[in-house]
């Protein structure tokens, strides 16, 4: 079959080297995709968000199957358009419509649903112009530190953990006087939950669901999780502490009644549901919900699935899943981040990448790169995830970052320290 992949970065990129691997695969190809996309299919020139373009290379291409990788085209209806459009509607989608895209793209939606449906979770309030005073009141109910979320999408900044009262409250009316634009125009306030954090995947047809290989990521800048929030530095696949007691919890507490909740609520749902999850002494909260796979996780997580991956994604947009299987590679799996330097503030484009071709044992995938004449440069803050299998988490570490070191562009940096906490 012919199959388009959404989107141009590390997850893309790491969803199409491991579709490339099936024997059900005829040709592959990217929207907008990157150069190292161009290496195992077709890039197609089209915006994650430009449907109507999106359109006629789907039908040009003779697409059989789309897999959206970001999010944005997923919550303003890539699915949905597809399903309305007499010429499309054949043609397999696997992200959730729009109903099911709430989930990440509104932070108080995805608070209410689990509620709605007993799923753990820190107590919050949602907060606009209209009832600021009702939240600065549950904000002083709280114990620091203090967390605030943008209700809607923020490119992955709308959230703020501060320390202090006085200055959670100040942030909270920048918040809502527009400082992430109409994302922010509602705000959430939580509870902060101490703990450490696993992302959970499933890929789902709305009643079954597989479990997909779990991973750590790390998304602060700093070494020792210090600094700036980023898009994510590098991820570990497995993790320790999930061991067969945490999952069971996660599964019966959380995936089987969020699939569930769907269901009930009548929210017809094809794709991946990543659960950003929080270990409290043993016992899983959900933090977030995201309706697509997590970069840099993906860049893990797909290494260890050995069974045929076009095979779940047909399971899942047929309504067939529970007749697929499912197998795990054991080994460990190590990917690291190398990001433009002054990421995630301003930072410089267009330098010359070298050494991508002397990485032994380690998959390079591409994240904000881009070609020019014969060289490729860096186009984005997270610019190549270096990928490693390992016997161990270390093992895996260690072969990544003795490729960091080789892979060279000015003011490439990375973090030293992934695993640090495991």
Known sequence: MNILLIGSGGREHALGWKINQSKKIKKLFFAPGNPGTAEIGINL???VNDFQKIKKLVVENKINMVVVGPEVPLVEGIHDFFANDPDLKS????GPKKAGAKLEGSKNFAKDFMLRNSIPT???FTVSSNNLTEGINFLKTLVSPYVLKADGLAAGKGVLIIDSLEEAENSLRKMLAGQFGDASNKVVIEEFLSGVEVSVFVITDGKSYKILPEAKDYKRIGEGDTGLNTGGMGAVSPVPFVNAEFMDKVETQIIQTTISGLQKEQIEYTGFIFFGLINVKGNPYVIEYNVRM???ETEAVILRIKSDFVDLLEGAANGNLEEKKIE?????????MLVSGGYPENYEKEKVISGTENTPNSIIFHAGTKKVGNNIVTNGG??????SFGKTINDALKTSYKNAEVIEFDKKYFRKDLGFDL
Do not use: T
């Open 382 to 387: 997270r610019v190549i995830a270096i990928s």
């Open 328 to 336: 795990f590679d054991e080994q460990s799996v190590a990917s690291v």
């Open 45 to 47: 020139n089209a915006n």
């Open 91 to 94: 043609i397999k989608v696997v």
């Open 122 to 124: 820190a107590k919050y």
């Open 294 to 296: 997590g970069d840099p």
